[in-house]
């Protein structure tokens, strides 16, 4: 199954880069949306709404994996079209990401594009605004309910203790700076792992630890 390499960028420029990377051929996203903004009464036209789009994750762009090589030489370019941009690495090498770990931003870049399009298709102005205002207010409320949700996965993951064997290689689940990286464990005390990366050996809670073969066969 393909994979996403991380690419990085300044927060302003994360749309223009995922913008002027597939304009060059590349496999390239970030999720974003689309917002209206008024902007000021002083100009010739008066007060008026314009549509934005801004990142929903910035400074991030997700690129195929299989242009690593490509998009590693892009980058160190001084002199490109596109914004200037860095292959996300972690002990020399840049993480993978499995299609499933993004598939939450794509489903809200989605539930925000159908939203917005209710807004344009609303036959008056006080009608798109009750929907922009409704569509705040759900968004609140879906973050609350997913928040309460992941206190309830994560509270539960953490009362199962760890059993891996010491020399397991692992992947490290929700924790973004080790996505993809591959560790062995050393040691575990039910609660926690010791996990060894390189040289560097870190105490990790256990829930996070998943066997690297089961890892891969849920991507």
Same mark, same amino acid.
């Given at each position: 199954m393909s994979r996403?390499?991380? %690419?990085?960028?300044?927060?302003?420029?994360?749309v223009q880069l995922a913008e002027a990377l597939r304009a060059a051929g590349y496999d390239a996203w970030t999720p974003a949306r689309t917002i209206r903004k008024t902007i000021g009464a002083g100009t010739r036209k008066g007060a008026r709404?314009? @549509?934005v789009t801004i990142p929903i994750l910035a400074t991030f762009?997700?690129?195929r994996a299989e242009q690593l090589v490509a998009l590693a030489t892009l980058a160190k370019r001084p002199f490109k079209p596109q914004p200037d941009f860095s292959v996300f690495t972690y002990a020399g090498k840049a993480p993978e990401i499995a299609d499933r770990? =993004?598939?939450g931003l794509q489903e809200e870049e989605a539930r925000a594009a159908a939203a917005m399009q209710a807004i344009r298709d609303a036959e008056t102005h006080a009608e798109a605004e009750r929907l922009r205002i409704a569509e705040i207010r759900r968004?609140? %409320?879906?973050r609350q309910a997913e928040r /309460?949700? @992941?206190?309830?996965?994560? /509270?539960?993951?953490?009362?199962?203790?760890?059993? %891996? /064997?010491?020399?397991?290689? =692992?992947h490290i689940a929700d924790m973004p700076a080790l996505v993809g990286v591959t560790g062995v464990v050393e040691a575990t005390d039910g609660s926690y792992a010791? =996990?060894?990366f390189g040289t560097q050996s870190w105490k990790i809670e256990g829930w996070r630890v998943l066997p690297a073969d089961l890892d891969q066969l849920a991507a």
């Open positions: 996403w390499i991380i %690419l990085r960028t300044s927060g302003g420029q994360t709404q314009i @549509e762009v997700f690129a770990d =993004v598939r968004a609140g %409320l879906r /309460a949700a @992941e206190r309830q996965r994560r /509270a539960a993951l953490r009362s199962q203790a760890c059993t %891996l /064997a010491p020399g397991t290689e =692992v010791e =996990v060894r």
